[in-house]
């Protein structure tokens, strides 16, 4: 059965460069151990998942609309243009784009909307005829999930592949009522303020009751607590422009073709494949 499987790489990299227990370098003084835990994570969750097809995204240089929406949009994030060069992940990338193309794998870096969006097209455009695992941290994927959508969370042997049943136990939600639900509790990893009287049970709540946030919106009257009820009413717009910045539509369109990212794993190491990149 065809298997797609969309990676992450931003998100991987920044995991593998601040994740590994030591900085380490080669022979020449280089820096590499981002690009060593990144291909080593790569493989294994290749292997776990066993895909037909591999496509790797990046965030690169971009204007995002979401940030034209609101100029707090991830205005928590470091500056990483003030930081010397090799302090930082970025420093690592051709090294893993070569690894990348050893391992015959098609990458791309975004310039016109975040990876997300090109995660989401994937999900959206191909999920309904084939499985797709997406490997990511970002939590804002959960609102892809369907029975044939899933994230995963590479965690080494604690790796967690997320599931509709999976966000049901966490969260008391559906998948597709992430976004919603998120609107009202917020983002702080993406500097998203969420609405006052509204935690993560309050949301879970109001979504199991209204079911997608127009319609609660629409009936915020119908709220049994006032402070909660009055909290919702005051902050709609709030609450729709989160929707906005949270919501993936996966309209963009897309780097690559599924025709072109079919792969067969060649069962090298990452010993092996840091070799053939001369590292």
């Excluded at 790489?9 to 994740?19: C, D, E, R, T």
């Excluded at 037909?52 to 470091?78: C, I, M, Q």
């Excluded at 919106?217 to 729709?240: C, Q, T, Y």
Aim: net charge negative; with cysteine.
């Amino acid at each position: 059965m065809d298997k797609l499987l969309v990676v992450d790489g931003s998100n991987l990299l920044f995991q593998m460069f601040y994740g590994m227990p030591a900085r380490i370098v080669d022979e020449r003084g280089k820096a590499i151990h981002g690009t060593l835990g990144f291909v080593g994570a790569f493989l294994k969750i290749i292997r776990m998942t066993h895909p037909t097809h591999v496509v790797a995204v990046f965030d690169g240089e971009y204007v995002s609309r979401r940030g034209e929406l609101d100029a707090d949009y991830k205005g928590n994030r470091p500056d990483y243009s003030q930081m010397d060069g090799e302090d930082t992940p970025f420093s690592q990338l051709p090294d893993i784009y070569a690894a990348l193309d050893c391992l015959s794998i098609h990458h791309q870096e975004t310039s016109v909307c975040e990876a997300d969006d090109w995660m989401a097209g994937y999900a959206k455009r191909y999920g309904g005829e084939m499985d797709v695992v997406i490997s990511s941290q970002d939590s804002d994927l959960f609102q892809l999930i369907t029975e044939r959508v899933h994230v995963l969370r590479y965690r080494g042997e604690k790796t967690v592949i997320c599931d509709p049943a999976y966000i049901r136990e966490k969260l008391g939600i559906d998948p597709r009522q992430y976004a919603a639900y998120k609107s009202l509790t917020g983002d702080a990893s993406d500097n998203i303020k969420g609405v006052d009287k509204v935690g993560p049970k309050t949301a879970a709540a109001l979504m199991n009751q209204f079911g997608d946030l127009e319609t609660l919106l629409a009936g915020a009257e119908e709220i049994g607590k006032p402070s909660v009820r009055e909290s919702v009413l005051r902050n709609a717009d709030r609450l729709r422009k989160n929707y906005a910045l949270i919501c993936l539509d996966g309209e963009q369109e897309l780097p690559f073709g599924l025709e072109e990212l079919v792969f067969r794993d060649p069962g090298v190491t990452t010993k092996e494949v840091m070799r053939q990149i001369g590292m």
